[in-house]
């Protein structure tokens, strides 16, 4: 990307200066601590009222008064970090931007890990060394070569490290990087102290496990960040990208979606995608609103209703005049609501840096005092800067750094042979500690598709159920709608006969001319008294709402013959997998896009309390839900229309079959198996995250007694290279109990 002329600005950002709200790209993040130096950078700026920046998208969600802040001010501000403020990217540019972080990370790696290997076997060939080799010409020119040899790795793999440290530290939240890079620079400053002295005791590798191991933990880190631009992506995957547009001429033309302006006329064919959000002015039709809504069954839609994109539509082709562009339309609003959450919300950030950034100033602090104790005791100068640089080597936690990582990578690795999938170490650690579920419904609680519940049949028909549903079935064939799917479905190993005479369909019907059975009519009553057919009311079973199941009638040759019940039905692990919630103390509750009537059917036979449903929820709606729910609150859905509530929730739950934007929202995907296999995942992040915490505990235990001793002389900088590298390994070791699991 080309530098951009002093004093020229963007005209994006000049576009959003009145709004006083807009999530923002940041370009160059290059850890959580460049996140969160970014973040006070920008909350300490006059006007800003408050501010979200997100490592893990890169972007800064921003609370402005436009008469106290102007925009290309803040951003001069980010820009003197090394960083650039600009308007939010596509989901395909932050996924490309991301790819490019791994790659590169993974390039410094193979360098650290190929030269990191010839540090180490000089230096460990002089640590085993009795004495004759350390103190001759040779000794020097081992320690020299290690010297060589850890160039690459401190200047390339570790460059970045060093110039966030030191940005970090300017800002005044030093993190990590910080720490390394006080650490490797001291180490680095005194090796070449000694090689200039002619002394062979010198420190490259430590500087070189420092940059190493930082790196490592960065890299497990930034793998696991692609998941919230897949959402929005998978989102805008889902809509078609062009749009049948009416030209002067009368005839349509097939144009990109984004080329279209409101108040155009665009047709949408039967069982295609509405591209673009307007108003039906032609046509009627039946729509599949499940995208956004998560509503099972099909929506009504006359002139004058409004139509979103991303719905179905099911019956016959519609005229729409449309009212939102590419960019402003509903369904971009919500993956604009998916990236604020994330915004928002915030990188759960590593213990690690939080640790960090005491033992900085701590570690600076004992570093000086022992080094000025040493001196005032009589100590040689060598001694007293070999203790200080003790206590730094000492101080940098790479034992932290990696601890939740490997624990992650480890645990994730095993969860995943088992159908669950972690998307990063903070859903891990939420998992764990969550005590509030809340559900979508449909297709989550249910199998989210109409199935046939039972047929009810005149008493005189000759047919049976399995005659009546291949009839009905025969006569849908060809139709793309939920309701034929359906009684397809139900044919299971006998499938309906196959037609050569074509199918018309109807507002609310559906109709089959055939040589044998003569006219087949399958659709509503309303739709079969329109045709002259009569249900006959006296052999039906008790009506059921409408509200609650589906009736499709099915009439042969004018006379009635049966009604087929269909409904969205409960999953069959679902009543399960509540009451082993329950039992874990965890407070379940439905929050759904259909209607309330539905809604508390399910929440009966779950055992839900109907004062813990909330129905006739938006998108938006079920985001607020998730926000003012108390406690450490999990949403788990399957639908786009519940990408926002899942990244809104401490931690998203997608299960089996869900869409790929919920799946990508997700902080944990249920990839087999069905709701049930929620309480299980509590169950393994509870025990996952225990190995963390066992790990963050000994690190710190570890730093804790490592300074102390080495404040006292106790640990010169050899062994403290040794003690950490063999903190890190029990780190590791500690790790690998979750593979047994």
Known sequence: MGRRRKGSECPELEALQGSGHALLSIDGLWCPSCAAATEQVIQRTPGVSEVGVSFATSTALIRWDPTRLQLRDLARRVRRLGYRLGPSMSAEETLSRIDRQVEGLGIRLAVAAFFGMWTMLPSLLLYLDSGDIATSPTGWWIAFAAGIASLPVLAFTGGPILLAGWRTLRTGVPGMDTLVGIGATAALALSLWQLYRGQAHVYFDTA??????????????TRTLRHAAQAIDALQDTLPETADWLQDDGKFQRVDATGVPPGALIQVPAGQRVPLDGCLVEGRTQLDRAVLTGESLPVAAAPGD?????????????????????????????????AEAAGAKGDTQRLADGVARWVVPVALTLAFLTGLMSALLGLPAQEAVLRAVSVLVVACPCAVGIAVPVAYVTAASQAARQGILFRHPAALETMARIDRILFDKTGTLTEGRLGLLRVERRSDSALDDAALIALAAYAEQGVDHPIAQALQDATGENPSMVSAAPVRRHQRGVSREDSHWGRILVGSRAFLSQQGVACNDADDHEVTSPDIQLRVELAVAGRWLATLVLE???REDAPAAIRRLHDQGIECAIVTGDARAPADRIAERLGISKQRVHADCTPEAKALIVKHTRGSVAFAGDGINDGPALAQAAIGLSVADASSTAT????????????????????FARHAYGVMRQNLAFALIYNALGLSLAAFGAIPPVVAVIAMAMSSLTVVANATRLAAQ
Request: with cysteine; hydrophobic share 55%.
């Open 208 to 221: 070189v496990m420092l940059v190493t191991l930082l790196t490592l933990g960065r890299f497990i880190e």
């Open 306 to 338: 409004a139509i979103e994109a991303g719905c179905v539509n099911l019956v016959s082709p519609i005229l729409v005049r449309v009212e939102a562009g590419v960019g402003q339309r509903h369904i971009d609003r919500i993956g604009a609501r998916i």
């Open 568 to 570: 969205d039905r409960l």
């Open 664 to 683: 990508a929202a997700a902080g944990v995907a249920i990839a087999e198996g069905g709701v049930g296999r929620v309480a299980d995942a509590r169950a």
